[in-house]
């Protein structure tokens, strides 16, 4: 039985734990803040490996940013890490076999082999949070690219109403489906529709109402927030509608914190409706917070002590 | 060395030809036209395999319409052919292996192997047509989904500008993309643009403008047709964008007949602009009008003789 230390690297917490091949947690998660410069990251790094190098077969590190081909370094450093973060070469931290995976994917694949697409060879998570994420199964294998970039659903442009994007574009998936974009929908609705004054938030500045605002208000059956509501879903149909006619997937899987409140039954039926493939199961993740460190544990069991994904 | 009958099915004409392993043709391409019912199609099928057979290892079919993941059928008949199409299974036509396979991914897996994409393992080709078809190669496989239908790229919705697709649903990239995209665009533009009334084209009834005007215009310089055409080509750059920024692909190879007016220098900059992963190549295809029989005979030799690509 193989025995991974999977590292999960957040802006603010860095989390930690012992899993089996097959997923399971074999210690609780341990949590630490996130040091603020390179060296120190990398100290505690090194750190956590140490406490745990006799006892594992390989380490794992599921992290923001895009990984490169050889699954050691962090490619494009992301806004919140210690600036340096691209240099370090993560297979220099430890003798033992090291493997880093962009988090988005990770998930994806902890989703495929221990969550809700088990057994469905093709198969995207859609991670919907402050940002939008993917993670694609084709095949049974991990789509990467060229560069191992691949994924970024958040990415497509999806309509042409001139919102801009944080990647500086307009129109990005993304800026319409997170949670943020929840926001700006808000925002604009407040701004243009009659709705919004007969509303509970009527007495608010539209750049006040937040995203809580508007999945309460839904739960009060307010008008506007349900008219907000239902133009975001709409988004979310409209680019999911998209990488399904690409990819003819098994199912599409929703995660993250914006997810819990897709009902994937009515998304299911307005994507399939839509479909020119097959029809598309849509599902809400089933692996947990923590399977970004799942995955990234899975696919190091698989890549270093069986070779299979190569 | 292996021969291949490969059989290109097209609503108005059958093309067919003996072909290598390496893609190279052992004898002149023949055409008959296509037959307007379903029994004398499948005799003429019968006929045209019966006078190779002896000297053949297998038959392979690039053809309109979604196949089946064993490669054996047509599941989605399409509109042009005759009716029951989808009821024919290719497999009992001979005794020799047959291999089916949609003609948009035959003409991908041509560029990977003999045309452009060349050593390309991520590789998109785009055929802009009257549609617009694609086929995806990921990580050295054709991209299928879990029904074969995958690679409907014409139906990602690209913006909101309320056009109808003909697959009924709106916005689709198709309906801008292709060269009814094209002409679409240029009844749009003339009713609502004064720079049309300044055009060569003035005179003409903005619904009798067709896509060859268009690209005429452009030659002579004429304002109306180049507003049309960068129109067109904004409308390719954001469809693209998006799937690149999906499958961080190596190359994007244009074909098709619309895909000889794109410059692929002047949109592999502005998709390079766009996006989020590493830098892409854009290129025209190079494989020829015979593409959809080349990759199909190829797929065939690969699957049937040598087991590679299953």
Known sequence: MAKILAIDVGGTKIAYAVIDENGKFLIEIQRI??????KNLKITFENIIKTFEKEIDAVAFATAGAVNLSNTKVESSTANMPEGYHLIDFSTLTNKP???ENDANAAAWAEYKVGAAQGENNTITITLGTGVGGGFIVDGKLLRGKSGRGGEV?????????RKCTCGRKNCFECYASGTGLKRTAEEIAETNEIFKSGIYKNK???????????EGVKQNDKYSLEVFNIWKQDIITGISGIVNIFDPDSVIISGGMGEYINTEEIQNAVNAQNVVSPVKIKHAK???NAGM??????????LLYNKNK
């Open 33 to 38: 803040a996130t040091p603020k410069d390179i």
């Open 98 to 100: 090291v493997y880093v």
């Open 294 to 303: 799942i995955g990234a544990a899975l696919l190091a069991a698989e890549k």
């Open 205 to 215: 500045n539209p750049k006040d109402i937040t995203t809580y605002d508007i999945t």
């Open 154 to 162: 958040g990415h497509i442009k999806i309509n042409s109403r001139n």
């Open 287 to 289: 692996a947990g917070n």
